[in-house]
Every structure is written in C-alpha cells, then in structure tokens.
T-cell receptor
C-alpha cells in the first residue's frame, strides 16, 4: 500500500549546525503534511505543517520544504540545540481521518 | 493549559487479561484518535471519534480491541484477552476540528507490556 517513509533512521549533528531531516511519501493524494517531534517517554509534539498548495513554510528555527514532483518533504532545523535531540516523524493526511506516520529519524545533537 | 492526559502511564498485564486505557482529551475538542506505536516505529491509526460517534475503526487490529467515547469527552480503549503482540505504546490525540486530521495534540501515551 502507499506509505510514508524516511531516508535516514539516525542523524548526528553538532550543536549550532543546521539539521536536515528528509521524508519521502508515495500517496500523491496527500494534501497535508506535518512534522512531529517525540522525546523519550512523551507523545509526539507538533512542530510545523504544510499544505500541498505550498512548497515552503517557516517557523521559529524550523523550515519545511515540500517537493510534490518527487514526493519529498524535508525539515530544516537552524542552529540545532541539545534540546532538539529527539525522534522526528513526518506524517501525511489525505481524504481519510487519520494521520499516516513514517518510521521516524532519531536526531542526536552533540556538544 | 491542560493537554491530553492518559492513564495509566504504564500497564503490565498477563497474557489473557483484559485492560482498559483512558484518555482525557483537551476540553472542547471534537475529534479524538487512538494510535498504537510499536517500539522504534511511528504511530499507527486505530480509531477515530467525532464527539461520541466512532466514525472510523478501520485500524483496530482485531475484535479484541474496543473503543468508546460515550459522552463525547473521555475515551476508553479496551483490549480483551491481551496477547504479547499487543505490547506497545497507545497514544491518544485530540483536535478541535471536526473531520479528523490536521493538527492533532497527543497525550503522553500508555505503555502496555503483556507478559
């Protein structure tokens, strides 16, 4: 079936560097995408979202890019901090009720 | 303000036992979701409520899983005759939007271990 997946299971960056987490999706009908951050022992926390009629959206220190041509989504985190260490999930929504999550990328920020 | 809360946070059950997991959504939120998250995986959809109506239960893995939201606020996910493969984190999420999806606010989850 159609699915959402991530290119890299783990990512290690130095504090202060920029991080880029990638996600591929295969459902061309998806019209809404979200990035979530999940820390150990906690539920997913909303970071940023983007609709399919946009190709870029910026938040505080985060930017999401959407390339519908190649069905690719990325999350950019500027000036990565130790508190950014977590697992990051992309999720997509089409016409159904549920969010369809990928497997996640573990981001480790080293001092 | 208060977020989504879930109880218990941890539950150990012997195989064959019944368990009940509770979710208190954000007050006034119309939509409520249950997800199952296996270790190292992303959450997987189980079921969706709009107020008290269960509009989608396509993700429930078997008829041993049952969810309810009788008054359109608190929800309970019940698992009968638990099996080892039911061990996972069960996440509840709520949203102010009808129709599901969009921004969902997640609770901390209940970690279920079936021995």
């Amino acid at each position: 079936g159609e699915s959402v997946g991530l290119h890299l299971p783990t990512l290690s960056v130095q504090e202060g560097d920029n991080s880029i987490i990638n996600c591929a999706y295969s459902n061309s009908a998806s019209d809404y995408f979200i990035w979530y951050k999940q820390e150990s022992g906690k539920g997913p926390q909303f970071i940023i979202d983007i609709r399919s009629n946009m190709d870029k959206r910026q938040g505080q220190r985060v930017t999401v890019l959407l390339n519908k041509t190649v069905k690719h989504l990325s999350l950019q985190i500027a000036a990565t901090q130790p508190g950014d260490s977590a697992v990051y999930f992309c999720a997509e929504k089409n016409s159904g009720y549920a969010l369809n999550f990928g497997k996640g990328t573990s981001l480790l920020v080293t001092p | 303000g208060a977020g989504v809360s879930q109880s218990p946070r941890y539950k150990v059950a012997k195989r064959g036992q019944d368990v009940a997991l509770r979710c208190d959504p954000i007050s006034g939120h119309v939509s409520l979701f249950w997800y199952q998250q296996a270790l190292g995986q992303g959450p997987e959809f189980l079921t969706y409520f709009q107020n008290e109506a269960q509009l989608d239960k396509s993700g429930l893995p078997s008829d041993r899983f049952f969810a309810e939201r009788p008054e359109g606020s608190v929800s309970t996910l019940k698992i009968q005759r638990t099996q080892q493969e039911d061990s996972a984190v069960y996440l509840c999420a709520s949203s102010p939007h009808a129709g599901g999806g969009e921004t969902q606010y997640f609770g901390p989850g209940t970690r279920l271990l079936v021995l």
